[in-house]
């Protein structure tokens, strides 16, 4: 269960390398995760596979089996896009039904079809009725999910499906996304740019750059033991190991203690505190060098001692 990716080049007019010779085994029972910089190629790879994108060198392959000349409409890929590109003119439940119709599947069946993926995607049945246009940003991405499953394609491409959510819709999308994708055993391939999503969903996150991948892994192993320092600002927050310049923690790993009452290595200068919901965050200042920690009680007085266990020193080669 297997999409690869073999050399795969996508040169652009204007000497754009957008992918550079990209090699990836990605499992099509899983949810993976790409992140990358804006402009890292992230777009031009999901087109790729897709097969809305041509390539210039290298091979695709789904399951040993050539993907590299099938064409997008005959391809066992849906694409999510930003703008979920329904259709204004049909009805929601004709919307999802849509590529079932043109399969050849009766109306009604691929109604009922249609009326069951929006039931699991938490839709009331009301609103196979209506029109995209009237549609909330969080309903029509859940409309869109609805018609990527339909047909039961072997992967399912999104790109930033999120981005336009707020907080707590993005929250509960992320949720169902989970749910589907273990659900319907479909290959999830996710861009996105916040670690949360990677660390929640993904089962495997590639790191790209300047069109090459540059590290992959499970989230867990990218967040604790990441081998760039890119992965590991895409996975979560750094802080440097205070006295150094060439050594990070995450920031929950720096401990804050009491001055007088626990010792820890050293001490530094409180500039600010700020509950950031689960957690503190306090702001530190030692000999001039910025910190940042995440910790359950915060700091009482101006200073604080700092400890930290050298097995979560994180340091990167240059
Ligand atoms: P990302 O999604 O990671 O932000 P893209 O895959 O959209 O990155 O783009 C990768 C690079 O290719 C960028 O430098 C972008 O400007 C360039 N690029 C993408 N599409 C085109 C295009 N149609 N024509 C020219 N350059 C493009
Ligand atoms: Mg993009």
């Given at each position: 269960m297997t999409l690869r990716l073999s050399a795969v080049t996508r040169r652009f007019a204007g000497g754009t390398v957008a992918l550079d010779a990209v090699e990836l085994e990605l499992p099509t029972d899983a949810y993976v995760c790409v992140m990358g910089p804006s402009g890292s190629g992230k777009t031009t790879l999901l087109r790729i596979v897709a097969g809305l994108e041509p390539l210039d060198e290298g091979t695709l392959s789904l399951d040993g089996e050539p993907l590299t000349r099938v064409p997008a409409e005959r391809r066992p890929v849906h694409t999510v896009f930003q703008d979920h590109a329904l259709f204004p003119h049909l009805d929601v439940l004709d919307n999802v039904a849509f590529a079932a119709r043109i399969a050849g599947e009766p109306r009604e069946r691929a109604r009922a079809e249609a009326a069951a993926l929006l039931e699991?995607?938490?839709?009331?049945?009301?609103?196979?009725?209506?029109?995209?246009?009237?549609?909330?940003?969080?309903?029509?991405?859940?409309?869109?999910?609805?018609?990527?499953?339909?047909?039961h394609p072997r992967v399912v491409l999104l790109d930033e499906p999120l981005a336009a959510l707020d907080r707590g819709r993005r929250a509960e999308l992320r949720r169902m996304l989970h749910r589907l994708q273990r659900r319907h055993g479909v290959g999830f391939i996710h861009v996105t740019h916040d670690p949360q999503d990677a660390l929640a969903l993904a089962d495997h996150v590639v790191v790209l750059a300047g069109g090459r991948v540059?590290?992959?892994?499970?989230?867990?192993?990218?967040?604790?033991?990441?081998?760039?320092?890119?992965?590991?600002?895409?996975?979560?927050?750094?802080?440097?190991?205070?006295?150094?310049?060439?050594?990070?923690?995450?920031?929950?790993?720096?401990?804050?203690?009491?001055?007088?009452?626990?010792?820890?290595?050293?001490?530094?200068?409180?500039?600010?505190?700020?509950?950031?919901?689960?957690?503190?965050?306090?702001?530190?200042?030692?000999?001039?060098?910025?910190?940042l920690a995440w910790c359950d009680r915060p700091p009482q007085g101006e200073r604080c001692d700092l400890d930290w266990d050298p097995d979560d020193v994180l340091s990167f080669p240059s």
């Open positions: 699991e995607l938490g839709l009331p049945p009301q609103l196979g009725a209506r029109r995209p246009a009237t549609l909330s940003g969080g309903e029509a991405q859940r409309v869109a999910l609805a018609r990527a499953l339909v047909r540059r590290e992959q892994g499970p989230p867990a192993e990218l967040y604790r033991r990441p081998r760039t320092m890119l992965g590991a600002r895409l996975l979560g927050e750094l802080t440097p190991v205070p006295g150094r310049c060439d050594a990070w923690l995450r920031p929950e790993r720096l401990r804050v203690l009491e001055p007088g009452v626990e010792r820890g290595r050293m001490t530094a200068r409180v500039i600010r505190v700020a509950l950031l919901g689960p957690q503190w965050e306090v702001e530190l200042e030692l000999d001039g060098q910025p910190g």
